[in-house]
């Protein structure tokens, strides 16, 4: 059986726990394969790493992973916001995220609080979610060009605060549009997809990202998917990837993704334990 994730904050930068607990909590909870993404330093984000933050987590990600717990494999990731590019070479893996929008040349974030978001749709975009989300989505697709990265972030994070479906509906098919055109290029490009539970941890959103939309449509084009659970603390390692394991199940896919020695793999959903 294979227990994975990929995407795991530390105290390196906006999570709680050590890369030791985390190894250890992982260990306990009977996970294969263990992938830390922190933050790639970006000076606009105060959860990111600073580069002598970086310098320590990838050096303590290294220790451990040459001497991991039994039946584990452990892998250095990073997670790189689109403003802010890594030099890949210094890690197994990159998850590309969208965390901000740049509107007249300025950059905010999208998912800080519900708060901010409504400003940022009021003061920026005129209360236009269209215009707001046809920018999240242009952006998101334009990481199909983007070399360094494997992994698409938490693809709709513009629903971050949309549980209610105040915003949009999520089958709204202006959105579903944008979306789709987006997902064409990004499986093209060979991307992998992820089921993302970070919102729920945290209380914003009852569902991982994407929305079940999304979802089905990333099955209709082939994409390719793997199930992480972007979490902050050592509890939440394997938070609601159960759920997940079952939705992708219902939307067809029978195979899930996972990192091993040799790259990314597709392996049967039958294998995956939540
Ligand atoms: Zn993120
Ligand atoms: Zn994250």
């Known amino acids: 059986m294979i227990k994975s994730n990929l995407h795991t904050h530390s105290y390196y930068d906006d999570g709680k726990d050590s890369i030791d607990e985390m190894v250890q909590t992982a260990a306990q909870k009977g996970f294969s394969v263990l992938g830390f993404s922190g933050h790639a330093y970006n000076p606009i984000d105060d959860g990111s790493m600073t580069p002598e933050k970086t310098a320590a987590y990838r050096q303590d990600v290294l220790r451990c992973q040459k001497n991991p717990p039994a039946g584990m494999e452990i892998f250095l990731g990073i997670e790189e916001d689109s403003l802010s590019p890594v030099n890949p070479d210094d890690y197994d893996y990159v998850i590309g995220s969208v965390h901000f929008l740049v509107k007249d040349g300025h950059a905010s974030p999208i998912d800080y609080s519900k708060e901010r978001f409504e400003q940022m749709l009021a003061q920026e975009w005129n ?28 693809i709709d994070l513009i629903a971050k605060y949309n549980d209610d479906e105040k915003y949009f509906r999520f089958e709204d098919p202006k959105i579903l549009a944008m979306v789709r055109d987006a997902v064409k290029d990004l499986v093209k490009a060979g991307k992998i997809f992820e089921m993302n539970t970070g919102a729920i941890s945290r209380g914003y959103r009852s569902q991982a990202y994407p929305s079940d939309p999304i979802l089905n449509l990333i099955y209709q084009n082939d994409g390719k998917l793997l199930i992480n659970t972007d979490c902050h603390n050592r509890e939440d390692l394997d938070l609601g990837m159960s759920e997940c394991i079952e939705r992708a199940r219902h939307a067809g896919f029978t195979d899930l993704y996972t990192l091993t020695k040799d790259g990314f793999v597709p392996v049967s959903i039958d294998e995956f334990r939540g």
């Open 127 to 154: 209360n236009d979610i269209y215009a707001m989300s046809e920018a999240y989505y242009q952006a998101i697709k334009a990481q199909a060009k983007n070399d360094r990265m494997q992994i698409v972030g938490h």
